[in-house]
């Protein structure tokens, strides 16, 4: 199982989508699921978007109550979840309550690395597929994912506000040392220069798993 531990922007959904594709993992994706239960007007949704147009994190009992939806298996890869304390103890207690992972032996977390003025130009310029919600990369004239021309690409609402941009930044690194500590301390933290291309954060990404 490999946590991905990195800012908004940094290239979490980017690198998922490529270990999905080319190495048969399975993604859960909390953001995508949140906005997704917007999009549906379901249950939680308002609730959901209330937080989410702050840029804050969504309350911890409705991401768990998402979780629990999903069986985990050694193939995931966890894009944007747990992002602070509370979220890793409830996942490490549910991980070892419904599954026999062994989170110290089977799981990597892997921090990409990017300069916070880096972090706001992507978000600011970040396009997502109509058809498959890939974020596109800079310039490019189709989608790397699915191949759908980009024209009738979309931005994220939180993307659109440089308010809920900050906040998500800022929030972001108010948590990110108790959480690299925490992996620290079992051994399972390693972290990748993400400022460099999609391919070479790749085959960083696969050097470590492997
Ligand atoms: P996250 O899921 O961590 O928020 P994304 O994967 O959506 O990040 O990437 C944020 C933006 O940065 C997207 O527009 C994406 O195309 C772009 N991006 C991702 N990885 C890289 C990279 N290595 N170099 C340049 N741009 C990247
Ligand atoms: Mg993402």
Known sequence: MIILLGAPGSG???QSRLLAQRDGFKVFA???????????STHYGKTIEASIKKGEFAPLEIVISLLKQHV????FVLDGFPRNM???FEFEKFIHENSSIDFDKSV????FIVPCEILCDRLKNRRLCKVCDGALLCEAKECNFCGHYSEDAYMRDDDCNCESVARRLEIFHQE??????????KGIYHAVDATQQVE???????????
């Open 30 to 40: 909390l953001g995508e699921i949140l906005r997704s239960e917007i999009a549906n």
């Open 72 to 75: 985990m298996h050694k193939d």
């Open 176 to 185: 990110k040392d108790l959480l690299i500590e925490h992996y620290s301390k």
């Open 200 to 210: 070479e954060v790749y085959a960083e990404v696969k050097s470590i798993i492997a």
């Open 86 to 88: 509370s979220q890793v």
């Open 12 to 14: 979490k959904g980017t």
């Open 108 to 111: 990597k977390v892997i921090d």
